[in-house]
């Protein structure tokens, strides 16, 4: 491995070399420094405006300013629901289930979206409600949209989805679901008024990437991004 070097008082290289095998891989970055910002105070928000409202979000007209000292402004969506001294809007949970002599799978649910006209592929996820903990908002939550009842095994901190649109952000609950169990054997869901959700097993052996698949043959989206596979009909295969 080359330890970087600065090569003037204006820019610098650096090179990785990373070794595989047989196979070598060279990352080459430079950067160059143009001009000394206006402002040495760190970056910070001015204001922030309503532009308009409804019942789960908003839009908001935020004025900040940015490293080099400049006033800019950037359209903000927020959720309307946060709760207050909440580390996360809400939680995303992954699920394992886990019965004898079975594979183990984790539980997806397919439900059609409208923002994007189309079903996509998600983990079962939910808000937080008033006075609820992360973990219990993702047992009730995967009570709700998929029947089971699991343990709580990992919590992640709080995490944002899109921050270039809002501040939205979330908590990924790691869950195990005994389907041994008599409760898992046959769940039912507890939608209530919430929209239809149909359950769908996948394989424990996901290909973990930072790729979204797109729309594809039968016009799905894979929603989570962390997470690479292609849905047709009632499955999903690894890519």
């Given at each position: 491995m080359k330890k970087w070097q600065q090569s003037d008082s204006s820019s610098f290289l650096y090179s990785l070399q990373l070794v595989t095998h047989e196979r070598e891989f060279t990352r080459t970055v430079t950067m160059s420094n143009h001009e000394e910002p206006k402002d040495t105070a760190a970056p910070h928000i001015v204001k922030e405006e309503l532009i308009a409202a409804g019942k789960w979000v908003?839009?908001?007209?935020?004025?900040?300013?940015?490293?080099?000292?400049?006033?800019?402004?950037?359209?903000?969506?927020?959720?309307t629901t946060r709760r207050a001294n909440t580390e996360a809007d809400g939680v995303g949970i992954i699920a394992l289930l886990k019965r004898t002599l079975h594979k183990d799978c984790v539980v997806m649910v397919k439900q059609f979206r409208p923002p994007l006209g189309c079903c996509t592929l998600e983990f079962p996820a939910g808000l937080i409600d008033e006075g609820e903990t992360a973990e219990a908002a993702a047992l009730r939550e995967l009570k709700e949209e998929t029947g089971y009842t699991g343990e709580v095994v990992g919590v992640t901190p709080a995490t944002c989805l899109d921050p270039g649109l809002s501040n939205?952000?979330?908590?990924?609950?790691?869950?195990?679901?005994?389907?041994?169990d008599v409760e898992n054997i046959n769940p039912t869901q507890k939608l209530g008024e919430k929209t239809f959700h149909n359950s769908v097993f996948s394989p424990s052996s996901f290909i973990f990437t930072l790729t979204c698949l797109g729309h594809n043959s039968v016009g799905h989206v894979a929603f989570i991004t962390f997470l690479r596979f292609t849905y047709k009909q009632n499955s999903c295969a690894v890519i």
């Amino acid at each position: 491995m080359k330890k970087w070097q600065q090569s003037d008082s204006s820019s610098f290289l650096y090179s990785l070399q990373l070794v595989t095998h047989e196979r070598e891989f060279t990352r080459t970055v430079t950067m160059s420094n143009h001009e000394e910002p206006k402002d040495t105070a760190a970056p910070h928000i001015v204001k922030e405006e309503l532009i308009a409202a409804g019942k789960w979000v908003k839009l908001e007209k935020t004025t900040y300013v940015d490293p080099a000292g400049n006033t800019r402004t950037w359209e903000t969506v927020k959720r309307t629901t946060r709760r207050a001294n909440t580390e996360a809007d809400g939680v995303g949970i992954i699920a394992l289930l886990k019965r004898t002599l079975h594979k183990d799978c984790v539980v997806m649910v397919k439900q059609f979206r409208p923002p994007l006209g189309c079903c996509t592929l998600e983990f079962p996820a939910g808000l937080i409600d008033e006075g609820e903990t992360a973990e219990a908002a993702a047992l009730r939550e995967l009570k709700e949209e998929t029947g089971y009842t699991g343990e709580v095994v990992g919590v992640t901190p709080a995490t944002c989805l899109d921050p270039g649109l809002s501040n939205c952000t979330i908590q990924t609950i790691l869950v195990n679901i005994n389907g041994d169990d008599v409760e898992n054997i046959n769940p039912t869901q507890k939608l209530g008024e919430k929209t239809f959700h149909n359950s769908v097993f996948s394989p424990s052996s996901f290909i973990f990437t930072l790729t979204c698949l797109g729309h594809n043959s039968v016009g799905h989206v894979a929603f989570i991004t962390f997470l690479r596979f292609t849905y047709k009909q009632n499955s999903c295969a690894v890519i």
